[in-house]
């Protein structure tokens, strides 16, 4: 895709003073303050501070979870998503290789995205896959590098929550759309030893820890259930937190045929 630097600069402020970032050069924005950021040619810009603890998606993990995404396995969660999502500008916090985002692009051709994601190869792709979408990496843990009240949708697919800051980016009215997974979600992989447990009823643990900043509009489960081939079983271990644990990941077998998927999507807006 062409770099359209401006648009990528109107979602941006300085990691370093918080100003707003303006395009100054070809590949370069800038603050007032005389703060410089360079970009990348393929259309995103890191703004990551130092010292970050967490890890990104290796490239592995990203091929994993393109197969199951791109495969459709996932895509009535998807659907759920774009019909929570509200407005034109909408931030994928944990973008991943941007599928969510684009599912709620597609839903309104005047929509565009920001996808922010820790790692610069799942950002890289989320860019590539669409022309509608710029790409960002930064750490959710930490102060978003993000201007306030820019975005009408802030999407959580499966994605660590800095609420505090999510609130900041909404605008006004905006929503943020957050997806969990229920107890049950792919519970014959879990039984089966290849994936890590999930603990307690997630959705009700977001909708506290929310409560003093956000109102729940709705609540939604996605539920059904998935036949499995080996590819899509290994697929499923090797995208997510399990694949960073080769016991698990070489656990999975051709034993496990279906799975259920089970998530609940949360649409809540700023109090």
Known sequence: ?????????????????????????????????????DVNKR?????????????????????????????????????????????????DAGAGTGYYQRAALSADPSRSGLAMDLSPQAV???????????????????????RSAVADTVLDVFAPRNLPEFHRVLAPDGVLVVVVPRAD???????????LDIPGDKADDVIRAAEPLYALLGR?????DLALTDALLRSLVGMGPSARHAASAAAASTEVDATRVSVDVLRLTRR
């Open 43 to 91: 259309g995103f810009v890191s703004l990551l501070g130092p010292g970050s603890k967490h890890l990104g998606d290796t490239a592995e993990m990203l091929d994993a979870r393109d197969a199951v995404l791109e495969g459709g396995a996932y895509s009535p969660i998807a659907d759920a998503v774009a019909a929570a999502t509200t407005g034109t500008r909408i931030l």
């Open 185 to 195: 979600h792919l519970g014959s992989l879990r039984a089966a030893g290849t994936m």
């Open 220 to 224: 939604e489960s996605v539920a059904y």
């Open 124 to 146: 890289a792709r989320a860019v590539r896959a669409s022309d509608r979408t710029d790409g960002l990496v930064a750490d959710t843990w930490s102060p978003l590098p993000v």
């Open 1 to 37: 895709m062409a770099l359209d630097l401006p648009r990528l600069a109107a979602w941006l402020r300085c990691p370093v003073c918080a100003a707003d970032l303006v395009p100054v050069d070809r590949l370069t924005l800038g603050c007032a303050n005389g703060h410089r950021h």
